[in-house]
Structures are given as structure tokens and as C-alpha cells.
């Protein structure tokens, strides 16, 4: 007998297949990059732009070749601690409806299977075991469409805030000369 708690996760089973917890699994690991990228922005990576703004304009040198470099190498290792979990996301929402397809398939393997031993052309339980079978398939999509929309959003934010910090690193040095 199962606790009351794990009923809905064994009547996912029951209906998707042991493939629909992988699909769980990866959107759980997605989800939780994802929210691990909203609290880096929120708590960690504004407060990292302020001090490198404040140690930008702090410098002497501004204008020269060296100056000007070390700045782009701070603000791409800046940007690059927002970019880092990018390609795992991307892999994650690739994966998904992977899943959902490797599901189906072995889906209708199990309904076909299970006509061939019957001998019966029973069109009701195929159409309920082609139903079982494209359930990880819409699972998987719709965990990929909310990824995918995650993560182009998120590269939309790493954009704006490269561009954003350029801008206010040269607004810095402004605000210094004046």
C-alpha cells in the first residue's frame, strides 16, 4: 500500500509509463536551474555589478589600452557567471521531447504487443493504449515549451544587462571626470 502522497506519482506511472518520470525528473532539474537563474540575478549578480562599477570608477586610468581591456575582461567574466548554466538548460529542453518520443515508442510497442497476443481486434483497448502511448509525448512538449520560452528570455536578459553594464561603466567614468 502506498502513502496518500505518492497515489498522484503512481497514477502517472499507470497512465505515461516508468519514461513520464524521466520527463519529471528533467523538468525538475530544469525548473530548478531556472529558478537557481532568477535568485543569481536578483541577489547575487546585482550586487556583483555594483562592485564592479564602484572598482571601475575608483581606477585612475580609464582611457588606455590596459584599462580598457581589463574592463572587458570584467565584464565578460561578470556576464559570463550570468551565461553559465545556458547550455545545460538548452540541453535539458532538447532532451525533453526526446523523452516523450522514446515514451510513445515504447508505448505502442507494449499496445501492439498486447494485440498480437490477443487475437482480438478489440479498437477500444487500442485506442486507450495509443492514448497511454502519446502521453509522454505531450508531457515532454510542454516541458520543452516552457523551457524554451525560459531560456530565450533568459538569453534576452543576458543581452540587455551586457549592454546595460557597458553603459554604466562608461556613465561612471563620466560621472568621475565631471
Known amino acids: 500500500m502506498l502513502p496518500l502522497w505518492l497515489e498522484p506519482l503512481?497514477?502517472?506511472?499507470?497512465?505515461?509509463g516508468v519514461v513520464l518520470l524521466g520527463i519529471v525528473a528533467v523538468a525538475a532539474l530544469l525548473f530548478s536551474l531556472a529558478l537557481e537563474r532568477v535568485l543569481f540575478f536578483r541577489l547575487t549578480y546585482r550586487r556583483a555589478r555594483r562592485t564592479l562599477i564602484r572598482r571601475w570608477a575608483a581606477r585612475r586610468d580609464h582611457h588606455s589600452w590596459s584599462a580598457l581591456t581589463l574592463r572587458e575582461v570584467w565584464t565578460r567574466e561578470l556576464i559570463g557567471?550570468?551565461?553559465?548554466?545556458?547550455?545545460?538548460?538548452k540541453l535539458l529542453v532538447a532532451l525533453c521531447p526526446l523523452?516523450?518520443?522514446?515514451?510513445t515508442v515504447t508505448g505502442m510497442i507494449a499496445v501492439f504487443d498486447s494485440l498480437a497476443l490477443s487475437d482480438t481486434g478489440q479498437a477500444r483497448a487500442m485506442a486507450d493504449g495509443v492514448a497511454r502511448a502519446t502521453l509522454p509525448t505531450l508531457a515532454g512538449m510542454a516541458v520543452a515549451v516552457v523551457g524554451l520560452l525560459f531560456t530565450?528570455?533568459?538569453?534576452?536578459?543576458i543581452r540587455r544587462e551586457d549592454q546595460r553594464l557597458h553603459d554604466r561603466l562608461a556613465r561612471a567614468v563620466e560621472e568621475n571626470d565631471a
Open 99 to 103: 523523452l516523450g518520443l522514446l515514451g
Open 10 to 16: 503512481a497514477r502517472l506511472i499507470d497512465a505515461g
Open 152 to 157: 530565450s528570455r533568459l538569453e534576452q536578459i
Open 81 to 89: 557567471r550570468l551565461r553559465r548554466p545556458l547550455p545545460w538548460l
